[in-house]
């Protein structure tokens, strides 16, 4: 529970979902264009692919109690700040700020946390704690719409105060678990491949390179699926309502895919759940309303699976022993990848009248990274028992170069 209420008072929770929330307020406020002010998101993502590989180092030298706390201080920091701004630049740079000072309220550090609790079906338990970004995208937009009716600095400053309740339930509650590297079970963190390591393995580049580009598909089905629906001739509210779906089925996309990542091998769940958005891209090809709900659910079952996957897939593949580091990066490919997809399919979208090619496209780099992940391998572990193979023979080795703890 803790988990849950980290991820969705925290950067991937209700700082992700705020962003969309406040562009109409602030085109009405100041004229902006609707560019102008859905820019922040590529604020936001740049700011956390920055953070994101810092996330680890800082939790194994203070722990993830005080990194979680003085992270979620800053975002609140940043979101009391957003407040006073009145420029395009000014309400950017804002949004950097609080990604840079808040990246450790995200997905890095409460995977880390949960991961290290024990054993016992850590993938559901994952999934369970990453359904708090759910849980935001569904408050946060009514909670804003609601507070910024009369003035659209009420909405940051809401959000500031609730940064700083959940900075101190998270102080408090990190206070009586195991959640410190000295205090987390030994024999979950002492096994697995180093950040040096890791990174001159193909299976690094092949995770980070996979999810970079699910993460461009999906962020930009979910940018643009308004605007195409309206493109169609549906109404902005017809269009708004079907988008709706995809916060309520990345609810049921987080718990499912927690549950399964405990029974089925990694990387074939992994490449079925790439397929979901490119179905839905295929679906958004067509042409009617029960179409477009398909693929609104597709989607909200693909952006609802997709981090519960890559930080498992993580320790999977590498072990433990230095999974936040990993991670870390990973996020940050991750991150770039959701950046630059939405933008992109714009530009397609502008360039070509319409967003059939973008659609396509979609599809193909989909289906690039399906069949990528089917190459995954597990890389670090120690076999439990029986006599020394070859694979435990591989890991001996990796243990004398320092690559696998011992």
């Not at 996957?309 to 433990?320: D, E, H, I, P």
Request: a positive charge; one cysteine or more.
């Amino acid at each position: 529970m803790l988990a849950m209420l980290g991820m969705a008072v925290g950067i991937n929770g209700m700082a992700f979902y705020a962003v969309g929330a406040m562009i109409g307020p602030l085109q009405a406020a100041f004229g902006w264009s609707r560019a102008a002010a859905s820019s922040a998101s590529i604020c936001l993502m740049a700011g956390q692919m920055i953070a994101a590989p810092l996330v680890g180092p800082a939790m194994a030298r203070f722990g993830a109690r005080s990194v979680a706390t003085a992270s979620g201080l800053a975002m609140a920091a940043g979101f009391a700040a957003m407040g006073l701004v009145s420029t395009r630049f000014a309400y950017g740079a804002v949004w950097l700020l609080t990604a840079l000072g808040g990246g450790a309220t995200g997905a890095v550090l409460w995977s880390r946390v949960v991961l290290t609790q024990g054993s016992a079906r850590p993938g559901l338990r994952l999934g369970l704690a990453l359904c708090g970004t759910g849980l935001a995208g569904i408050a946060v937009p009514l909670a804003l719409a609601r507070v910024m009716a009369a003035d659209w600095r009420d909405g940051p400053w809401l959000l500031s105060g609730v940064a700083v309740l959940g900075a101190a339930v998270v102080w408090i509650g990190l206070g009586s678990a195991p959640s410190e590297p000295d205090r987390a079970d030994p024999g979950l963190v002492t096994h697995g491949w180093t950040l040096r390591a890791a990174r001159r393995s193909g299976a690094f580049w092949l995770l980070a390179g996979a999810f970079a580009l699910i993460a461009a598909c999906v962020a930009g089905l979910i940018v643009h699926l308004v605007p195409l629906l309206v493109d169609r001739g549906l109404s902005p509210g017809s269009a708004a309502a079907i988008a709706g779906g995809i916060g309520l089925a990345a609810l049921v996309g987080r718990a499912t895919s927690g549950w399964l990542l405990d029974r089925w091998h990694p990387p074939l769940l992994a490449a079925g759940v790439v397929l979901l958005p490119a179905l839905a891209a295929l679906c958004l090809l067509g042409a009617g309303r029960q179409a477009s709900w398909v693929a609104a659910l597709l989607i909200g079952l693909a952006a609802g699976a997709e981090i519960d996957l890559l930080a498992y897939l993580n320790g999977w593949c590498f072990g433990l022993r230095d999974s936040a580091r990993i991670h870390g990066w990973l996020v940050g490919g991750f991150c770039l990848g959701s950046a630059l997809g939405p933008p992109l399919a714009g530009w397609v979208r502008d360039a070509t009248g319409s967003y059939r090619e973008a659609l396509i496209g979609a599809v193909a780099l989909l289906m690039l990274a399906g069949v990528s992940l089917l190459g995954l391998r597990r890389v670090a572990g120690v076999p439990s028992a029986g006599p020394r193979s070859g694979r435990r023979q591989s890991v001996d080795r990796l243990e004398k170069r320092g690559q696998v703890g011992t």
